[in-house]
C-alpha cells in the first residue's frame, strides 16, 4: 500500500526539543490539561474578585445567609420535619441513597451542597473575567470540591459505614485488592480487565462483510445483504478516527449497522488505521481524501452512475461535511444526501470540552505530541473524565474501592476502552483550526488547496443532535442547519453522545425512555436560535430515532434492486472478512 505524501498546509510552530521531557512529563499527569491556562484562569477571576467589593460584599451576605439555613436545617432535621435547603444539580446521585437523609449524614451533605452553591456565585458573574477564563476556574472549584465530597470518604459515608459494618470489613479488603488490581494494569498498560470478551469479530462487531477497498488510512467494509432486495443507493458511514467504528457495529442486539442492513440498506464503513509515530506527519488532508472521498470513489466503481447516501458521526461528521461541501463546489453530484449524527461544524460554543481550548493548552499538546508523534488515546480519555469527574472518577472510587464492587464489563465499556491514537500534526490542524480559530463555520477553511463552504452543500441533510452531549452540544450541532444551504431535517435526540446514538428500538438493550424530537426545513429556513426551535418543536416522540432515519433515507432513494453478494476483492493478496484488520491495531 502506498504511503501518502502529507497534505501541504502552512508549517505550524516547532515544540523545542529542550522543553519536550518536561512539558510531557506535565502532559502524562494532567491528562493532558496545562496548569499554565489554569493558573492565569484562577489569577484573572481573583485579581478582580479583589477589587470587587460589592462582589465580595454579595458573597459575604450569601455566605451568611446559606450559614444561617444550614443552621436551622442541623437544629430540626433530627424531628425529620424540615425540607432541605440545598438541591443537588441535575444528574447528580452522590446523597440519593436513603442512607443520606439520615441525620447526621443530611447535614453533612446539605453542608457541601450549599458550599458547592457559593463556590458556583464565587466564580461566575465577577465583572472583567473573560468568559473562558471564568469557564475555567469555576472547572478548577468544581474539580477540588468533587475531590473534598463527603461520599468520597469512607468515615463519613453512610453506605460505605453500613457495608464495612455488614461485611466485617471484606468490603474495604476487596475494594484494595480493585485498587490493586487497577493500579498494576496501569502501570503495565494493560487494557480493563474484561474487555478480552468483547473482542472486534468475537464478542461485538459481529455484522458479516468484507474489506473491499484499503489505503494507508483507512479500510472500506462492505457488509452482506440480510434481504433479497435492497435500495438502489448504497450508504457510507464516516465514524470518527478519535473512536473505533464498532461503536455502530456493538452486539446484534445494538447494532445500527446490523439494523440498516436488516432493513434492506447496502452499508459501508470506514474503519480507521490506528496511527503510530510514522504517521506523525499525516493532517487533516489527508484524512478527508484517503478516508472519505477515496471511499466514495471506490462505492462508485463497485455502483456505476449511483449516488451515494453518506453519513458521519462525531469528528467523522465534520470531515463529512467538509467533503461535501468539497464535491458540492466541483458539482459533483455523487452525494446523495448527508446525516450529520452528533457532529459539530461551528465550534464556536463546544461546550464542556471549550475549557481545553486556548493557546496554552494547545501547545501543551503539542509539545506532548511532538515526543512520540501522536496523542494517545488515553490521554484524551483523562481529560473527559475530568470533565465529569463525580460520575466517572469519584463514584468509581466509592463503588469499587470503598464498596469493595466490580462495576460488569459491557460491550459499550469495552469499546470505551479500546483507545486510538492521534497523529501530532492531524490533531494540532484540528484543534488549532477547527476549535480556536472556528474556519469551517466562518468560510475561512481550505482543504486540498480549495476553499471549503458549507454553502455549498445542496442536497438534503439529516441531522441528529443529544441532549446531553459533553463532546458535541446539541446547540452547537443545530448551527449547521443555517449553514448549509439545502432541505434539512434535525433530530434531537434523548440521552448522551454514545448512548444517543446508539439506541436501537427492539430487544432487550432499547432504552424504555428513548424519544426523539424532529423537524424538516426548507433550505435557510430553520430559526436562527436553537432555544427558538427548542420552544416551536412538536413533543418527544418515544421510541428510537433511527425508524426516524430510515423512513427519511427511504424518502430519499430511488426504489429497490435485487441484493448481490460482497465481492471477492483482494487486499494485498488476502480476503480480508469484516471486521477488518485496522480495528484490531493496537
Known sequence: MPVPVPSAQAPEPQPAALDLPLKGTIARWSHGVSPASIAMAQADWLTHLLVSPSKQAELASSALQKSLQWSQFASQVWSGRCAPCAEPLPGDKRFSKREWQLPPFATLAQAFLLTEQWWSEATHGVRGVSRHHEEVAAFGVRQLLDMLSPSNLPMLNPEVIRATVTQSGANLATGLANLWRDAVAVAADERPRGVEAFRPGEGVALTPGRVVHSNHLAELIRYEPATPRVHKEPLLIVPSWIMKFYILDLTPDDSLVRYLVGQGHTVYMVSWRNPGSEDRDLGLDDYLELGVLDALRAIQALHPRTRVHAAGYCLGGTLLAMAA?????????????????????????????????????????????????????????????????????????????????????????????????????????????????????????TALGERVSLRDIRVPVFVVATERDHVSPWQSVYKVLRLVHAHTDFVLVSGGHNVGIVSPPAGPLAYAEASYRHTHHAADAAPPDPQEWLARAPAAQHGSWWTCWHGWLVQHSQGMATARPVPKVRIEGQLIPAPGSYVLQR
Open 325 to 445: 461541501a468539497l464535491l458540492g463546489r466541483r458539482h459533483d453530484n455523487v452525494l446523495k444526501s448527508v446525516t450529520l449524527l452528533a457532529a459539530e461544524v461551528d465550534f464556536e460554543q463546544p461546550g464542556e470540552l471549550g475549557l481545553f481550548i486556548d493557546e496554552s493548552q494547545i501547545a501543551l499538546l503539542e509539545d506532548a505530541m511532538a515526543e512520540r508523534g501522536y496523542l494517545d488515546g488515553r490521554q484524551m480519555a483523562g481529560a473527559f473524565q475530568m470533565i465529569d469527574s463525580k460520575d466517572l472518577v469519584w463514584s468509581k472510587l466509592v463503588h469499587e474501592y470503598l464498596m469493595g464492587a466490580r462495576t460488569p464489563v459491557t460491550p459499550m465499556r469495552a469499546w470505551n476502552a479500546d483507545a486510538t491514537r492521534l497523529p501530532a500534526r492531524m490533531h494540532s490542524q484540528y484543534l488549532r483550526r477547527l476549535y480556536l480559530e472556528n474556519e469551517l463555520a466562518e468560510d475561512a477553511y
